[in-house]
């Protein structure tokens, strides 16, 4: 039930790409999750800005990073994924600024088991 923070696993506004700087983040999970191969995790995807989510953007990020995980050889029994929209922001909304804005538009990573 501990929840991993991927600090600066970020996305495009209204977007499930993710932002460059954020490819290094992604790498480190998929390298986690290789090492630890009892690992069980849930991806929670987030948004920013909105309290209404539009087509579904946090599910479709959380999906972005099970799919990588998915294709880079992880196991699909030992990751599933669900969108939380802007129920759990780290800043509250309207975010005071862009900076604000992109830590709200994340994935974190629940641990299942380990």
Known sequence: GELLKL???????MSNVILPDSRPILDELLQIMNENPSLKVEIQGHICCKEVEVEDISIKRAKTVYNFL???GVMANRISYKGFASTR???PLPEKNEEERIANRRVEILILQK
């Open 70 to 72: 998915l294709s880079n």
């Open 7 to 13: 600090k600066g696993l970020n996305f495009y506004n």
């Open 89 to 91: 922001p780290i800043y």
